[in-house]
């Protein structure tokens, strides 16, 4: 299974970016958890948000921002993420598998995003 991320970038502050992640080697049921998790330099890695069975779990740091779904056409979980701030300041990395919000069946490359003020 490989995860492939991309839509990383340097915005504003109050800008948007849209994170995807493509999965190859495997189709992941909707049952199947996947999201997004990040690290920041110096920071441990940190759980942003996930989604199974079509409902989402967010970081209190990202809910009302950010909003996880899903393509099943295309295999992949998205990443809108909306009134960004520089402490969003990150390498995100997809993950499927998740359980509970630190174990990780497969990891993707991560995706740096940077937030400037």
């Known amino acids: 299974v490989q995860l492939q991320a991309s839509g990383g970038g340097l915005v504003q502050a109050g800008g948007s970016l849209r994170l995807s992640c493509a999965a190859s080697g495997r189709t992941f049921s909707s049952g199947y958890t996947v999201g997004w998790f990040r690290q920041a330099p110096g920071m441990e890695r940190e759980f942003v948000a996930a989604?199974?069975?079509?409902?989402?779990y967010y970081a209190d740091s990202v809910k009302g921002r950010f909003t996880i779904f899903r393509d099943n056409t295309n295999n992949t979980v998205l990443l809108q993420m909306n009134s960004l701030k520089p402490e969003d300041t990150a390498v995100y990395y997809c993950a499927a598998g998740i359980v509970g919000n630190s174990e990780v069946e497969y990891w993707g490359k991560g995706t740096q995003v940077t937030v400037s003020s």
């Open positions: 989604i199974r069975w079509g409902t989402a």
